[in-house]
């Protein structure tokens, strides 16, 4: 198969992004026609169904079979689909092989965002070119894109960009975006990509991670690496091929100096965990001397067996159970010579201090998010900083606390022979990082009475007055409760 991704006329990117917005091969309506309410949980048991929702003459329908349905559609129904382009432009550009009368895509197309993405088809995995496959949206690629900061920046760079995905969401939002990959397919698909969404701002280039920029530095840098720990080099996309996770290592510490002072790199990580070693002891060591302050937040942990059947069932679906025992024993085998017990996932954020090692902190985050979270990541930083000036008791005590807005606090009762008692308190975030916890009755009447605009000493007089407590008896426990409540977002300084 010829790779080209490339119109000979350069009018026909603007061509097929007019025919595909006239026929409605946008988000809301693609989801409505086929009756699904998310495109990545589609999966082979339900093309039947969606085969039989579009199977009418409209040219929705035949482009929703072509590129999401990997079905054949005919060559005069196509043609009549995307008139006035013709498809001898897109047999050219690679985007569809004709056989018998029929035309088949040769790649996915995808509605995301008010974007359309090109990418390969699984079925690529099961060819001589399954090295160079060049991966869609996947669950990844939405985590990093909703915990991507998203400040107006001069310029941003894309790091190991694949379909440019990443790249192209920051385009929005920067004034010059660079994404680079070593693998051929996925600049040309970048490049493709680029130009059918008119992001003028993007350039895409070949080569080794940041070899394509030389000492360029960036205000923003995101990346979807090749994060996987395996024993394999079989594909670009997925294994880094080197020694347990130094490929991730060997990114965040040549990523300070391509970033501008106060620049921030976002790197989704996976990362070894051994036994009887914290977790966070390993991944500190990554960013020793790297003159960044640095947020590790972990979102998944999976023991080593359970983490290599996940990635071998990722690529070899149609592995015989003996070609699988014989693939998962070697995985196996690799990360018992390695010492790695589990491995932990998540996102890794440095941004690029003016001066000094900077601090370095390591979380669990929440068990989900609700929409973008890149405003929390950057609030988090705004926090840690507030917390690091206010590093003493006295400080904080001098401070004004509010309750964010997304806060909710919910109190369940029970009876008692007093009457009604509160039994126990819940606080919860609703938008973004949906950090959850459960506070006391002295920690749920504190939260509520930070009104932005009384010290925190005030409102700890008045709550020891009213318990019969002192003030020392009280700050000495609340203070650190305090910084935690602070650390994720549940109080602000006003």
């Known amino acids: 198969m010829k790779m080209r991704f490339q119109f000979k006329d350069p009018d026909d990117y603007a061509r097929l992004r007019e025919l595909l917005q006239t026929a409605g091969f946008m988000d809301r309506k693609v989801l409505e026609t086929i009756g699904v309410d998310d495109l990545s949980v589609i999966d082979g048991n339900d093309h039947p169904l969606l085969l039989e929702r579009t199977a009418g003459d409209a040219p929705l329908h035949a482009l929703i079979r072509l590129f999401l349905m990997e079905a054949p559609v005919g060559a005069d129904i196509l043609q009549n689909a995307i008139r006035p382009m013709p498809l001898e432009a897109w047999r050219h550009a690679g985007l569809i092989t004709e056989s018998g009368g029929a035309a088949t895509a040769t790649i996915k197309l995808i509605p995301f965002k008010d974007l359309v993405v090109a990418f390969d088809r699984p079925g690529l995995l099961e060819t001589p070119l399954r090295h160079q496959y060049v991966m869609g949206i996947g669950g990844s690629t939405i985590t990093l894109a909703n915990l991507t900061i998203r400040h107006p920046v001069r310029r941003t760079l894309d790091l190991g960009t694949g379909c440019g995905i990443h790249a192209l969401l920051a385009a929005a939002h920067s004034g010059r975006v660079t994404a680079t990959d070593i693998n051929p397919r996925a600049v040309a698909l970048a490049r493709f990509n680029a130009r059918l969404n008119s992001a003028a701002n993007l350039s895409c280039l070949e080569g080794d991670l940041f070899d394509p920029v030389g000492d360029e530095c960036f205000d923003l840098i995101v990346t979807n690496p090749p994060f996987v720990i395996s024993p394999e080099q079989r594909f670009i996309y997925r294994d880094g091929g080197m020694d347990a996770d130094g490929f991730l290592r060997r990114i965040v510490r040549e990523a300070p100096r391509h970033l501008a002072p106060g620049g921030f790199c976002q790197v989704l990580c996976n990362w070894v965990q051994e036994a009887g070693r914290d977790w966070r002891a390993r991944l500190s060591e990554w960013f020793a001397g ?19 059947a996940k990635w071998i069932r990722h690529t070899e679906f149609h592995d015989s159970d003996a ?18 017990a589990s491995i ?19 979380v669990d985050g929440p068990e989900k998010m609700q929409g973008p979270a890149g405003e929390d990541v950057a609030r988090g930083f705004a926090l840690a900083d507030f917390l690091e000036e206010a590093a003493s008791d006295e400080s904080l005590l001098e401070a004004r606390l509010k309750y964010a807005p997304d806060l909710r606090l919910e109190q369940q009762y029970a009876p008692s022979s007093d009457g009604w008692q509160t039994t126990a308190s819940v606080i919860q975030l609703t938008r973004g990082l949906t950090y959850r916890g459960n506070a006391d009755a002295l920690v749920a009447n504190l939260i509520v009475r930070c009104d932005g605009m009384t010290p925190l000493r005030t409102l700890m007089q008045e709550m020891a007055g009213a318990s019969g407590m002192t003030v020392d008896a009280i700050v000495p426990n609340l203070c650190p409760i305090i910084r935690k409540l602070i650390e994720h977002g549940f109080l602000l300084p006003a």
């Not at 937040?297 to 983490?307: C, G, I, N, T, V």
């Not at 070609?323 to 790695?340: L, P, S």
């Not at 996932?345 to 001066?355: E, Y």
């Open 290 to 308: 790297a003159g960044c302050d640095v947020w590790g937040m972990r979102s998944e942990s999976l023991a080593a067996p359970e983490y290599a």
């Open 323 to 340: 070609r699988f025992a014989e693939r998962f024993r070697k995985w196996t085998e690799y990360y018992e010579r390695n010492d790695i």
């Open 344 to 362: 932990g996932s998540g996102l890794v954020t440095m941004r690029k201090t003016a001066s000094g090692d900077g601090w370095f902190r390591a």
